[in-house]
């Protein structure tokens, strides 16, 4: 699946909005998720496309604040985070998996990562 590149996190205030990108370096329609991971805490899963950005699925505590989305055509998937709270600071990862999961063991693919900080 080659490498996999997240960008777009960064500080921001709650109530704010950021857009996270998870580039991959060739083509996929496998499916992407995005996890995030705070300090001492276990990696915990956000949401999920599947190849063809037909089916989405979230976790229940960003359900209404964030979307996914896909655009196969640039090889890139997005996390719209909108009214952000400071519970969402963590690192975000993307991965890849042939079919969806909310499970991170199933995924063998993963970015680097990338920071997002809501101050209060």
């Known amino acids: 699946q080659g490498q996999l590149v997240e960008s777009g996190g960064g500080l921001v205030q709650a109530g704010g909005s950021l857009r996270l990108s998870c580039a991959a370096s060739?083509?996929?329609?496998?499916?992407t998720a995005w996890f995030r991971q705070a300090p001492g805490e276990e990696r915990e899963f956000v949401a999920v496309?599947?190849?063809?950005?037909?089916?989405?699925d979230y976790a229940d505590s960003v359900k209404g604040r964030f979307t996914i989305s896909r655009d196969n055509a640039k090889n890139t998937v997005y996390l719209q985070m909108n009214s952000l709270e400071p519970e969402d600071t963590a690192v975000y990862y993307c991965a890849t998996n042939p079919t969806s999961s909310r499970s991170a063991r199933a995924y063998t693919y993963w970015g680097q990562g990338t920071q997002v900080t809501v101050s209060s």
């Open positions: 496309v599947n190849g063809l950005g037909t089916t989405t």
């Open positions: 060739r083509r996929t329609f496998y499916a």
